[in-house]
């Protein structure tokens, strides 16, 4: 019951402030496919660097667990750019169509639909990907550290600078 | 484009926000964004509705069992956020195209509703497949340095700008 009512309170912070951000809006994510305004970016590269910091803070402490998602090649890349191709059409992704719908976007709702579909169409394909596209390139649960060998805190301050640059350029352009 | 619709903020500051609301749910609930899951557990639900030995009997439904969870009100929650945030801040506005749309393919409703209800199947289908969306892989992912976020965030803006480019071809025109 607590695990609920925490998801639900975080998602209430996370909906405000996707719709504080603009975030929510077809505009913004076609904005960025094209290549003209980087708000998601901007909004998405915040949260990321502010996040890794903290999660591999607490990490170290051993107050949390790290949560990574397996390396398979065949899923990750086929599945991603076929997500790819969803998102072009619909213009939100699966969490910001719920927070569409909750500013007033209907559109989104055509779109919720149709991802409750997607999720059935799915569920009655996985016998058949769990023997093909699931079984290409699984390299397991690995990050990137792990893979140069080398600390987290040394690939996390080159990643901070990086995001910095590219927030200095995005303005710069006025993207 | 227009913002001047009231109660904007920096998407620097509100991003940065957010990467510290998921701090504090990996820390106080061990819980990290994701968002994907949520559909198919709930189309489990709507299936069980009609057919629940078929559900039952399916591998995919036994790995995520239809139920509501932390991440299923989490989801929930992103509706009722962004509803609070936008009617307190004037900026709510119940809209059944949106403009950049309506700019390119004029006021037919149908064909946005028809082109959002496939690309939404699309994309939920490849989000299961790669295991996560721009929540579990994008943010959740990249932020613990997680090659399959890395990679599945590059896969999901090489579709998606395709898909843009064929939409609205090339060039600056907005």
Request: charged share 10%; proline share 3%; net charge positive.
């Amino acid at each position: 019951m607590t695990t609920l009512l925490y998801g639900l309170v975080t998602g209430i912070l996370f909906g405000f402030l996707l719709q504080k951000g603009r975030v929510l809006r077809y505009d913004k994510q076609l904005g960025a496919l094209r290549l003209q305004d980087m708000t998601i970016i901007k909004f998405m590269l915040s949260a990321v660097l502010v996040g890794m910091v903290g999660v591999y803070l607490l990490s170290d402490l051993g107050l949390v667990k790290l949560s990574i998602k397996p390396m398979i090649l065949g899923g990750v890349v086929v599945g991603g750019l076929i997500f790819g191709v969803g998102w072009g059409l619909l213009g939100y992704c699966p969490g910001t169509s719920l927070g569409a719908f909750g500013e007033g976007r209907w559109d989104s709702a055509w779109g919720i639909l149709g991802m409750l579909c997607g999720a059935a169409l799915y569920a009655e394909a996985y016998p058949l990907m769990k023997v093909t596209v699931l079984t290409w390139g699984n390299y397991g649960k690995i990050t990137l550290p792990q893979v140069l060998g080398v600390s987290h805190w040394l690939v996390i301050p080159l990643f901070i600078s990086g995001g910095l640059a590219l927030f200095y350029w995005f303005e710069k352009k006025g993207l | 484009m227009n913002d001047n619709d009231g109660g904007a903020w920096s998407p620097y500051l509100a991003g940065a926000l957010s990467g510290l609301v998921s701090i504090c749910s990996v820390w106080l609930a061990g819980k990290y964004f994701g968002a994907s899951t949520t559909f198919v557990r709930s189309a489990g639900m709507v299936e069980q509705a009609v057919d629940p030995e078929r559900v039952a009997a399916m591998p995919y439904f036994m790995k995520e069992v239809p139920m509501i969870d932390w991440q299923w009100m989490f989801v929930v929650g992103i509706f009722i956020g962004a509803l609070i945030a936008s009617t307190t801040s004037g900026s709510f506005r119940w809209q059944a195209l949106p403009e950049m749309w309506q700019t390119r393919f004029g006021p037919v409703r149908w064909k946005r509703w028809l082109v959002a209800f496939i690309g939404g199947t699309i994309g939920m289908f490849g989000a299961r497949l790669a295991d996560g969306c721009p929540s579990g892989h994008g943010l959740s992912g990249s932020m613990q340095l997680a090659v399959s976020g890395f990679v599945a965030l590059v896969c999901f803006f090489a579709g998606g700008m395709i898909v843009a480019r064929l939409l609205y071809g090339g060039g600056d025109q907005r």
